[in-house]
């Protein structure tokens, strides 16, 4: 069958894209490009190595989405329509690509913005923004994950430092950062603050710092998490984040984020979706294309259906996001529906694949595999149902 017989494959099918300005699509376009000329062509092969393409740090500066949503310091400004938009374009590219980003742009970056003093601003966001600067966000533990807020590290004041120790595990860039952002308990008081920890002007890690790559994943292989190890780490006092005084502040930062992780679902979502309904009109078997067949059209017209769904709930998100408006648990309910169907979505592209879904060559295994991380970071499909049934309900089941 001939490429040029395919019938064009529209993913927009309520046109959603009427919603965006001219500054919207003209970033959609810049992404698209890069995605589709730098990314694609190559990233099947980091992903197989587990190594990430660092290379592309410049022409990722260049597309001026470095610091999203977070205004001045040389970061963009950009609406959260936008930084949704973001999100969505460089996963339809790759999972591990966007993953880099959010966890620059809106952890990292995210957390000086929203609870450094002016002067811990001026001193780090311009560097991030200029990718001068990596950043990471150590959060989870080896024992507590959804519940980090019991999380273990400790940090004791001595003069003019802080002195951290514990364990971190699942940290993106945890273990080539230049800034990590450790989530600990104050000694003095009991509460959960945020310490920058910096590398030196030579790139080395503070005595007692010790990071090394999680190997072994079958997801999100071309990004590495690390497991870190804290012992005696010495911080001055002035790299704790001035504003971060309670777990209260690491929830504001994830809640912040957690929208733009639907983003991400989606981006995958519709990188599955149109690769499975161009093979389906390429795919000849006993004689005719299976795209002919009723079983591949009900399964195609299901897979549209969610992906309509995802796309209307998304932009309504970022709508109530820009206007202010967005709850914690509306921001859970996206990231805990999109999370769901697309995974079964990329889930389905595979099946429509038959054998050939299995090669990286086809990229659906990789969005498909990608989607089971999605799934479960900043808060699993379970806990979000928890947050939302608390609200449905009035009662807490979280124990």
């Not at 064009?8 to 589709?36: C, H, K, M, N, Q």
């Not at 990071?211 to 911080?235: D, N, P």
């Not at 608390?390 to 124990?399: D, K, V």
Request: charged share 25%.
């Amino acid at each position: 069958m001939s490429e040029l017989s395919l019938h064009p494959v529209d993913s927009d099918f309520y046109r959603v894209s009427d919603f965006l300005g001219e500054a919207d699509r003209a970033l959609i376009t810049r992404i698209r490009g890069f995605v589709d000329a730098e990314v694609t062509p190559i990233i099947n092969d980091y992903w197989e190595r587990a190594d990430f393409p660092y290379h592309l740090l410049p022409s990722l500066r260049e597309l001026g989405i470095v610091g999203t949503a977070i205004e001045g310091y040389g970061c963009p400004g950009l609406t959260r329509l936008q930084t949704g938009l973001v999100a969505m374009e460089l996963s339809r590219g790759d999972g591990s690509l966007n993953t880099l980003n959010a966890v620059q742009s809106g952890l990292a970056m995210g957390s000086i913005a929203l609870l450094g003093s002016e002067e811990q601003k001026q001193r780090w966001l311009p560097r991030m923004a200029r990718l001068e600067a990596l950043g990471a966000f150590a959060l989870t533990e080896p024992e507590h994950g959804s519940d980090s807020v019991a999380l273990e590290t400790s940090a004791r004041r001595e003069g003019d430092a802080y002195v951290l120790d514990g364990e971190k595990r699942w940290i993106g860039l945890g273990h080539v950062a230049d800034l990590v952002i450790v989530w600990a308990r104050d000694t003095d008081d009991g509460k959960v603050k945020a310490f920058v920890v910096e590398k030196s002007a030579d790139g080395e890690y503070p005595e007692g710092y010790e990071a090394e790559a999680i190997t072994g994943k079958i997801a999100k292989r071309a990004i590495q998490q690390a497991h870190i190890r804290l012992a005696g780490v010495r911080v001055p006092a002035e790299n704790r984040l001035a504003e971060s005084t309670s777990f209260r502040d690491v929830s504001a930062v994830l809640n912040r984020t957690r929208s733009t992780v639907a983003w991400e679902a989606l981006g995958h979502a519709v990188a599955a979706y149109e690769i499975a309904a161009e093979y389906v009109q390429r795919r000849v078997q006993f004689g005719r294309p299976i795209a002919a067949t009723q079983l591949v059209q009900n399964k195609l017209a299901n897979m549209l259906a969610d992906l309509t769904a995802m796309q209307l709930l998304c932009f309504r998100t970022a709508a109530l996001q820009d206007e202010g408006r967005l709850s914690n648990e509306q921001a859970s309910l996206a990231k805990m529906f999109t999370g769901q169907r697309s995974r079964a979505l990329c889930r389905d592209a595979r099946d429509l694949l038959g054998g050939n879904g299995l090669l990286l060559e086809n990229h659906v295994a990789r969005h498909l595999t990608d989607m089971e991380v999605v799934h479960t970071y900043e808060g699993t499909d379970f806990i979000q149902s928890l947050i939302i049934g608390r609200e449905i309900t009035g009662i807490a089941a979280f124990s």
